[in-house]
Every structure is written in C-alpha cells, then in structure tokens.
C-alpha cells in the first residue's frame, strides 16, 4: 500500500517527530531546532529535535541544504523540514526523511557556549549549569527534567485516587517558625517575613480541613551547605493525613506512592529511562524495617571494626557511611533497595514529633533510605493541644510565634502524620547523578543565582 | 433484605462520609469531627464531618451521648462514630445513623472562636480570615478550596494531554527585572535576591527545551494595593509554547483549556458546585473577540453619555467599568460570558511582548473578560534575538540582567506566546464571591502574614 503522493498544494500533515514512524510512505511537515548535521562524503545527515524527540533527514542534494548553507546557519537554527518517511532499519529509530525541504525560521549564526549536537554533553558542571537554559534542551539533560514531570504527576495521581486533597500553602511566613536559623528573610512592606522551609504547619493544619493532604511546592533552605546533595530552592512532595495508627501507616502509604510513581515511569516514559540508562527499583510489597537502636547494633557487629575502634552506637544520628551499609545489609538481606529506619531519637526530630509511647526518648518517625542514602523523612506528629504546649516549653519555645498553628490542636486534630520527599533528590538517587544541581532545572545554591 | 446485623466482636467497615449511602441496613463506622450537635425535644440530632462530607445520626437514647457530654466537650472534638445506617427521606441526603456509638478520639473543650456549625459561617471578613485554620473546616469554605485543587487538576490535565510538560521554575531570582518595583527583595546569604514575580522568562526559556510548557505554583507580587482584587502571593497557572501563528494560536488553546477546566468541574465537583450555588459557564466554540481600537469605539458607541462627557477613546487601557460595559455586550449580542480584547498598545504592555507586524503600535496580547472582569491576559513574545536588544534599548533596560534570558534567543527561539491565569481569581470570579481573600486558603495582603 506504500503509493508514493506527489506535492500538492496542500501543504502536508505537521506532526512531531514521536508520530514520524505511524507516516512511513507519506511526506510529512516537521517543525523544530537543528539538532544535528553532519556532511560525509556526499551524504549529508540533518537531525531535527522538536519538543519529544529527533528525526533524522538524509539527502545526497547538496542544493536540499542551501537554506541553512548559503547563510553559514549554525545548530539550533529554528526550521521547518518537510520530507518523505521511509523505513531505514539501519537508521536512529528505523525511520529516516528523505527528499528533505528545509525552511527557516529563526536563523542562528553563533556558536554554541556548548556543544549539544553529541549524544552527549561534554562540558564540566559549572560550564553546564551557567549554559543551562541550552544545555537543558541536549535529550539527556531535558529527559531527566521530562522524567521529573512525570515524579511530580504520578504522586499526585497516586494520592488523588486514595482520596487526598491538593493544596498549596503560603510560602511568605510571619515567623521563622521550625527551626530558626536556616530561613531566608523577605522585606515585606518594611516588616520582616520568612520564606517558608516547608508546609509542615500548613498541611498538618489543613488534615483539620480534608482530613489528607499533599502539595508539590517550591522550598526554601537558608543552609549554607556546599555539597553535592544541597540545593537552597528546591521542590518538595508533600504528604499529610489524619486518623493513623502511628508512624507505620504512615510508611505503608508512602511505600504505596513510591510504587505508584515507578510503576508510571515504566509505564510512560521508557524513552526517558533507557535514554539515561536507569535502573528503576522494585518496591518490595513490605519494605524491610528496623529500629534505629537496632540499626545501630546491626552496623556495630557488621563493621565495628571498619570504624577504627569507635564505637558510634551512641550517637543520636545515622552516618552517611552507616546508612550506606545499612543499605548494603538491606539488598543482601532482603534484596531491596529500599530500608526503614524507624524510631530515631526525640533529641534529633522537630517539636511536633510524637514520641513512641513505649520507649519515650525515642520518636514514631522513620526515615527511607534509598540505596543507602537517606531519600524521604516522615512520621506521627502531636496532636493534642496540651502535649504541644508542654513540646514547645521543653524546647525552650515561646508559643506567640506559634499562635495560629495551634489553633489546629485547640480545636480537635486526630492522630496524624506526613512525610516529604526531595524531588529533585529522588531523581538524582533514581538516576545515579553524582550531583543534585544536575537533577535541578536551574539550581540555587550559595553561590548560584543564575540562570 | 434489611435484616439487622448483630454487634459482634468484629469491626464494623471504617468508611468515609460519601459511602455511607451504599451501607443501608449495616452497621459502619466513621471518624471525624463533631460537626454539630442539637438536641430537641428527647431527640438528639448528632453531625460527624470528614474529610469528604457530613453524615446525620439520631438517636433518644440521651445514654449514647454521654461520652460528650460528661464530659462537656464541644463540637470539633475528634471521634469515632459507629451506626446503623437507615434510608429516611427527610434527613440530610436521605440518610441517617441509628443507634448510634460514639468514642472520643480528641477532646475539644473550648468554644470556637467562629461558630463552623451552622449553614452558613457568620463571621465578618477579618474574623474569618484571623481564623482560618478552623474557619476553613466549613463546608462551603473547604468546597471553595477543593474546588481550587480541581482547577489545578484539570489545567495539568488539559495540557498534558496536549503533549506539554510540566515545569517548575526558580522563585528566588538574582535581577528584579519584569518590572522593577514590584518586588520583594531577599537576603540571599549577604546578597540581595528577589521573588520572582512570575515564571515569565524561564517558561519562555524552557519553550526551547519542550516546545509546550506548563506550571503550577507561586508568585509573588510586591504590590501596595488594598483592593478585593489583588493578594500579594497567588497561584498561577502558566502556559507557553512554540510555533505559534500568531496571539490567535494563544487565543484557541486558553479556549480549550478553560472549557476542559469547567467541563471537569461539573463532572467531578458537583456536591461542591451545589452547595456554593455556583453558576459555571459555557465556553463558546468560539469566543467572540474585539480589537482594542474596536472595543474603545464600542464602548464609546453605546455610553458615552455616561461618561460624564469625558471621551476615553484615546486612554490606552480599559478601565473596570468599561470592561464591565463589555462583558454586557458580549453577553447581549453573543449570549457569552467571555469577550476577547486583542491588540493592546504596545505602550502598556511589557517589552518582550510581540508587536502586531501591521500596526506595530499595538501589540499580539490579549485580555480575557469574564463575567465583565479581566481573567487571562497573554500573547505573542518576541522571539528574534535582535528584536530583544532593540526592545530593551528602547524600554532604556540594560541587557546585563537578562542576559541568561536573552541567551535563549541568540540559540533559537521560534515564534512562541502563552497565557497565564490566577488561580484564586479564576475561582472568585466563578463563585460570585465579593472578595479574592476568600478564595484563597492563607491570603498575604499588605497587612496580612498570618495565618
């Protein structure tokens, strides 16, 4: 049934480069950047990238060229390309144009700051982030943004089909509220006002309203960190609801929506994911957990020794090494890249920790680590107004700057509990990135502003 | 078939509000806040609402009460309530629970500071929004905001299947450069930094990464003003994308995204559209649509002996009034609650905005009425690397600041424009509501930070 059609009048179909191979047979209309061109030997090889993917044209006539030619055009010209589809097992995605006819539309005649025509972006991190507004368009830079979109929509999905309500709170705050150091400060018509660091209050203060509650927001960290896993701006998955038992269900819900969002990147985006050459988890119906004061014995009697004789049992907190090799036990253990460590103590979690009732000094929190990295922060909060009052004094905190979030407690809350997942965080441990700025559409960090 | 189930030692079903009708002749429980309660004449008349609905109990039996009232607790206490669930017509939603049980899971014991019980909240505008945290516990007020999180729902989903990508841009940004008084100024450690006002540029930016961009989020207007119109933090729903005819392309594509956007209301947010007695539009296949030139003669056609002799056809903005004389029209001669206005002066619209190529001191923009009101203003953005220097010249704007924007064109811009729409207005507008603080969850004003 291929019957060649001749050019008429009718200008033909413009479709995207992701619908060329449904055209085989047809001239087709493509609209989109010069990715690409290549002259070898009297072929010469056009790609065009629009919004989904690349195309690639080839033509022997050297005069199909003379638009971008007789004008010294550069990569990233704007163009239309009209051609013939013909299946060419050898060619990128086994479909190639032919007879192509090119048309400008926006000439460009500089020189990229850097190269995004090769399969990939050979420049070193800071040439990358300060050329990020093109760089982001090279196919592996835009998928792990593309991949990022698709986070964002299949934690929404999973929390709207379990019946939770979107909200988005107020990001410019009176008081610098949870912990007092770390907060941007904002003139706000010549008073002082904070940037918000998370919608903890907010989303525990809206269970009162919907009873569960998520938000994808913008958040914002005052720390003067400079590290590879640190960014000052920074979009925050979150999640609060009411009527739980303790911290336990609430990891059940997260270890559902983490399920739900790799369970869709599989589903959607597979020319993503191939393209970056991830390696998606499985997320063990049960993920394992242990006990923060047993992770701490399981790491002393597996490594005790690698510690040059410190013994770190005591410490409040988990190590980066030590949540690495929990990670290893984990995926020797149970073959799961993902662990719970439970309980941590009440002197390294927030004011509104609910403490486990059996073991006071120690809290219903949890974190998960990721492949032995710490991806997601969660747990049980207070929620009776009296065990507020009497948090806050133990923690030397005047109520005032807290009047209105205790307005929740006053009025009935029942046992409820959230966690926040780093965006940004989850696609650089789900990628392998070494570095958070690269899962960040334009980082902001100490000394980044730009672009 | 409704034989009655006998109490045993198993559980009753925890449902939701919403489920409760499919229940009939079985015993349930439900957890929620006591919504209200009245007792009349030997009958108690007992309300739970969740985070989904309300449901009635009713019993005589003054015994079933007694774990609320020995102990004198107020409505909001938190609790679980079990029932019998009887069809009775002439109760709220043809449905009522027998035989009710109640357990107290929190306590409230003071008397709120705006009564939530009733039909309607009684409460003045600065009572309301001083107490918002429970206040928005109401069922009218938490219909508005679920309203809200289905307009956000139903933007995304308009143009993700439109093939556009979600964004999440920067909010902290290093120049104060859309318009430079209207921002709030951070301390950025040491540095000074701004708000951005709107994801204008990087959604331009990001039209070269993905062709069609969207995003949900927060901006941030350091405005004076203390109108019922203007917040000083909303949401914006931001759409841009490339190769684009002209602000016509814009124009059909806002069309189907709010058409797509009331569709879903009414399909899925009837109980809320119901109870805030909303009246939602239809969008015409084609939205009629003047040009500004047209609009002033028009208006100057019909009223100008309103207008106290004064002749405004050479102002080059419309003023409120006029805006309501042509949604008037609009509906008179196009049975439409919205009206096109094209063509702004280029005078009163930002530098980046396309001129129309015939008349270049008008412009490629729109404004979107509904109802009489601005809703949607958007257009055509120059793309030509050239025309922004000379735009920027000609604005007296030096090209230092906007030198990562200005980096998109030099490397290829097509054609582009979009369109952005106020998320809470959007809502006040749809509602009838008198002022847009009361669409919006935590409203920051000139005087307002708190809750």
Chains 1, 2 share one sequence.
Request: hydrophobic content about 40%; charged content about 20%; glycine content about 6%.
């Amino acid at each position: 049934m291929q019957t060649i059609p001749t050019t008429t009048a009718v200008k033909p179909p413009l479709i995207r480069t992701t619908e060329v191979s449904a055209h085989v047979g047809e001239i087709v209309q493509l609209q989109g950047w010069l990715h690409n061109l290549r002259r070898l030997g009297g072929v010469s090889f056009l790609v065009l990238r629009d919004g989904w993917g690349t195309v690639q044209a080839v033509t022997e006539q050297e005069a199909a060229l003379l638009p971008l030619v007789e004008n010294e055009l550069n990569t990233e010209t704007v163009i239309t390309l009209e051609g013939l589809v013909a299946s060419v097992p050898q060619a990128p995605g086994g479909i190639e144009l032919h007879q192509p006819r090119i048309t400008v539309i926006t000439p460009v005649r500089e020189p990229l700051p850097v190269v995004i025509s090769k399969r990939e972006v050979n420049a070193s991190l800071p040439l990358m982030l300060d050329h990020a507004v093109v760089v982001n368009r090279h196919p592996t830079r835009r998928s792990v943004f593309r991949l990022g979109a698709g986070v964002m929509a299949a934690f929404r999905e999973a929390l709207a089909q379990r019946g939770f309500t979107e909200v988005q709170t107020p990001k410019i705050v009176a008081s610098a509220t949870e912990s007092g150091a770390n907060v941007f400060k904002i003139d706000y018509f010549g008073r002082p006002a904070y940037l918000a660091q998370s919608p903890q209050f907010y989303k525990q203060i809206m269970v009162g309203v919907f009873q569960g509650v998520y938000e994808v927001a913008p958040v914002f960290r005052a720390e003067p960190h400079d590290t590879t896993r640190h960014i000052n701006e920074y979009v925050s998955l979150d999640v609060e609801f009411g009527f739980i038992e303790n911290h336990f269900t609430v990891m059940a819900l997260l270890r559902d929506v983490l399920a739900h969002i790799f369970n869709r990147l599989v589903e959607s985006y597979n020319p993503e994911l191939s393209l970056l050459n991830a390696k998606l988890p499985t997320v063990p119906a049960a993920i394992p957990h242990l006990h923060f004061t047993e992770a701490k014995e399981l790491v002393f009697q597996l490594h005790c020794k690698n510690l040059q004789g410190v013994d770190e049992r005591n410490e409040p907190d988990l190590s980066p090494q030590e949540e690495r090799w929990l990670g290893e036990w984990a995926q020797k253990e149970h073959n799961s890249d993902f662990l719970f460590v439970t309980g941590y103590p009440m002197s390294k979690r927030p004011f509104y920790t609910h403490p486990d009732p059996a073991r006071p000094a120690y809290s219903n929190s949890f974190d998960l680590l990721f492949r032995g990295t710490e991806l997601v922060t969660g747990g049980q909060r207070l929620h009776r107004y009296e065990d507020y009052l009497a948090a806050l004094s133990k923690a030397n905190l005047p109520t005032a700057p807290f009047e209105t979030y205790l307005e929740a407690f006053r009025y009935g809350m029942p046992p409820h509990g959230g966690f926040a997942i780093g965006s940004e965080r989850l696609l650089m441990q789900l990628l392998g990135t070494p570095n958070v700025r690269l899962t960040t559409l334009f980082p902001r960090d100490l000394n980044r502003l730009t672009p």
